[in-house]
């Protein structure tokens, strides 16, 4: 026992040298009695100093701290009581206190070997209050750090691109919303896939050198055909850009594809209306010429085939007749094509049309090609001109006819469409309904390479002399004068599917047709035949015309411009009839001749001819005065003049009666 005392006391000794530590110390027997303390420990918890001297029971300071509620709400003596109890186990623990002044306090005790314990008291409130600010900071930055993902996450899946991060080892870290409906993958579950897993062989091969580049720490911009999931093909523009972090070294890349399908189908649409526009003023200004000299040659070729023998005229001249026509057909069909001929829409029932126009296709296809046709329920009507819808309809039978080899089938489907805002946004056409023809085939399909040259001018895919490229240009056409817009869905060995969306009109579908009104009776003559004055600036022109005047019986002089016939007409008073072409060099042209006779020379007939293939090139033409479209016939100027007594038509119609 006094040995056990003399140790005490030594340690007593070695603590009295510690009072000016910043800790608090006490040293408890193993009766738990104070044999040892500090001033800082009496501080800290603000014990009264009479509480502390040798042989103070440790239960007096449990007691008083409970008094004090230092232990929360309970009976005291319990209180006191579990403490002392759980002391006298003398083990070592330590434990963190606030006491009732909000002081932190960090208690650690370590048992002595023979009984007892020593036990410091730390302070610890500005290390908690640290630890506490950090902890804030913590979470502050952590619910920051939170929103700003899910911000970044939203705006990824909002975006219209698709996002995905891929490690340098291909595999797929992260995708946006797009990217996985593009792919019809589970966004989630995608992760961690492979690229070669999920995009098509043929995209991989065509975009396995760019994906290679951005490995390797390079930027890359590039633009291809791929193809998705379900057999659909978008037009993307993708953009691969190196992830390194700050070391340099490239760990993955970062992927983002933008479908620039709708750009490409823009841009291809306006350089196909900018082709159709420069080919109709091409069209336009070489028509006149054109035509002019078709007249000449046609002039001269047809009344040498009444002069020589029938073997020279069937082996020469008649294939010579035939090319010629063929040209001035030729030069129509590039003035239609380019919306240089008169439009004339109307509301018209597509299904009947269909149903119309059906035995005309039938007739044009082999037997072994068959044609279906059906039509929605309530097909409203479409606002269209019918003539050429059912030249559009041709112009695909005969190009499915060639996709077929003759031998297949053709379905025409008519249904009511309402406009979608992406299909809206694509075509710049207004919402609302639409009648939409599906015109489909089961042949040979179009190669995605010549997929966007299909509607432009004079493209064909078919050998040299097979087809003129201007029949899906007149469809294409046909469908921008309607205000409507056209599609195509093909593939090799798949078949094609042209989509025509037409506006409707909300007219009643039974109305009653107006009667005709009867035709005008041709104004009566006094005479058949007289002196005609002709007026043209090419002499060789002259000369045939000249000639188709003088087979119906009208003698005739020549000027070579408007100013030398108004002198002729002042010179001669027999002049019955002035045929003249319009476009003539001088101070006046034919149009304002044509004025001129009639205010001051009514009962001159006036007849005015152009290359032109339609009057209303013209729009100073008077609808009294008979035109005629070069190159023409002696019957065509006959019914122009009214003799021809069996014409029912308006003068201005006479060039339609033309092959």
Known sequence: MAKQTNKIEDAVHVLEGLEHLDQGITIFDQDLRMIAWNQKFLDLYGYPARMA???????????????????????????VRDRVEKARTFTKHQIERVTSNGATITIAGNPLPNGGFVTTYTDTSNHARQKEVLKQQVDEHSARLKLTEERLSLIADEVPAGIAHVDKNMTLLYMNKRFARAYQVDQKQAVGLNVFDLLHSNTMEESARFFEQA??????????????PGGRFKDIRTLLRPDKP?????????LVSIDVTRRKSTLNALMRSQKMDALGRMASGISHDFNNLLTIIL??????????????????VTPSISAAKRGSSLTRRMVTLARREQYDPA?????????????????????????????GPDLPLALVDLAQLEMALLNLTLNARDATNSAGQIDICAEAFEMT????????????????????????????????????????SKAAGAGSGLGLSMVYGFVQQSNGAIFVDSAPGQGTTFSILLPSVAVPQETAPKPPEPAPEPAPTDQDTGLALLVDDDIDVRRTVRRKIASLGFAVVEAGDADEAINLIQQIQDIAVVVSDIDMPGTMDGLG?????????????????????????????????PFLSKPFEASDLSRALGLDDSSDQHPHLAETSKT
């Open 593 to 625: 001749l044509a004025h001129r006779l009639r205010s001051q020379h009514k009962q001159i007939k006036v007849v005015l001819m152009s290359g032109q293939t339609r009057p209303e090139a013209y729009g100073d033409l008077r609808n009294d005065v």
């Open 421 to 460: 805002a992406d299909i809206s946004d694509m075509t710049r056409l207004p919402m609302g309904t639409y009648v939409r023809i599906r015109f489909s085939d089961d042949g040979c399909g179009i190669p995605p390479e010549i997929a966007d040259k299909i509607f432009e001018p004079f493209f064909t």
């Open 215 to 228: 490995r390797r720490g390079i930027l890359v911009d590039f633009e291809m055909r791929i193809e998705l």
């Open 347 to 375: 509301p018209t029932n597509i299904g009947k049309a269909i149903r119309d126009i059906s035995r005309l296709l039938e007739s044009s296809v082999p037997e072994t090609l068959t044609i279906t046709r059906q039509h």
């Open 299 to 316: 002039g001269n070729l047809t009344p040498l085939a009444e002069q020589i023998a029938d073997d020279l005229v069937e082996e020469f």
């Open 246 to 254: 700050s070391d340099g070294e490239v760990i993955g890349f970062y």
């Open 53 to 79: 001297y040798r042989g103070a029971p440790f239960e007096s300071f449990i007691q008083y701290n409970a008094e004090r509620g230092e232990y929360g709400p309970g009976d005291v003596a319990a209180l």
